[in-house]
């Protein structure tokens, strides 16, 4: 009996490490070179659209992504959040962390031993599918990298309606307010913001704004994709 639990574990092992190694190879290279024309521009504020200045900071110090959103790459997303593909999540954090210790070295400061914070989701969101991506992608990430994680430190108190669809002028206001530091938490000075993809800026910068408030003093803010309206 356990001689055949064995090998069924070790068969189920295999066949996961081969189909994981596959969706690797499905994977365009990673662009951690930020080109324009790989990520897009991160995030377009208003001076840099001509139009007068921001009305607030970004609360964030440095904004980095792998990919742009789309093709095999927003497959690959979308496989892994809709479709219950979770297995790609360890694939992601292992091109980050690549792309930490390699092409991005040098934008970290010396001696950052950040803590890993994954943006969270609306808990319906998280009842639907059993998980979140962001958490799955930090968790390893942090294993990798030799950096603690705390996937509950924020957690998302509101928001009107999904982002997901909302068009840029209403983003921002629709996640104003909607996340929160968990009750009795110590804020680390350093955090690693984790999400899967980045649109307007508007989710992150609220999750960083939050952070900010109670204590954070430098975020660097880690994503998949950047994606753009």
């Given at each position: 009996m356990?001689a055949?639990?064995?090998a ?23 662009t ?26 970004r ?11 789309r ?24 091109m980050?962390h ?7 070295a ?7 031993r950040?803590?890993i914070?994954?943006?969270?989701i ?19 990430l ?5 950096w603690?994680c705390d ?7 509101g928001?009107l ?7 840029r002028s209403?983003?921002e206001?629709?996640?104003r307010?909607?996340f929160?530091v ?10 690693l913001?984790?999400?899967?993809v980045?649109?307007?800026g508007?989710t992150?910068a ?24």
């Amino acid at each position: 009996m356990r001689a055949r639990l064995r090998a069924a574990l070790t068969t189920a092992t295999r066949e996961l490490s081969a189909e994981i190694a596959l969706l690797r190879t499905l994977l365009p290279p990673a662009t951690p070179d930020l080109s324009p024309g790989a990520i897009g521009i991160w995030p377009a504020c208003r001076e840099e659209q001509g139009l007068p200045p921001c009305p607030q900071e970004r609360p964030f110090d440095l904004a980095l992504s792998l990919f742009a959103y789309r093709e095999k790459v927003r497959e690959g997303i979308r496989a892994a959040k809709y479709a219950g593909r979770s297995d790609v999540a360890h694939i992601f954090a292992r091109m980050l962390h690549e792309a930490i210790r390699g092409g991005w070295a040098d934008r970290f400061p010396a001696g950052f031993r950040p803590t890993i914070v994954p943006v969270p989701i609306r808990p319906a969101k998280y009842l639907q599918r059993g998980y979140n991506l962001p958490a799955l992608v930090a968790l390893p990430l942090g294993r990798l990298a030799g950096w603690p994680c705390d996937p509950l430190l924020l957690r998302r108190t509101g928001e009107l309606r999904p982002q997901a669809g909302s068009p840029r002028s209403l983003r921002e206001e629709n996640i104003r307010g909607a996340f929160a530091v968990r009750p009795g938490a110590r804020v680390p000075p350093g955090i690693l913001l984790v999400d899967d993809v980045v649109t307007s800026g508007a989710t992150v910068a609220a999750c960083a704004r939050t952070l900010k408030n109670a204590g954070a003093a430098h975020i660097v803010v880690l994503t998949v994709a950047r994606a753009n309206l």
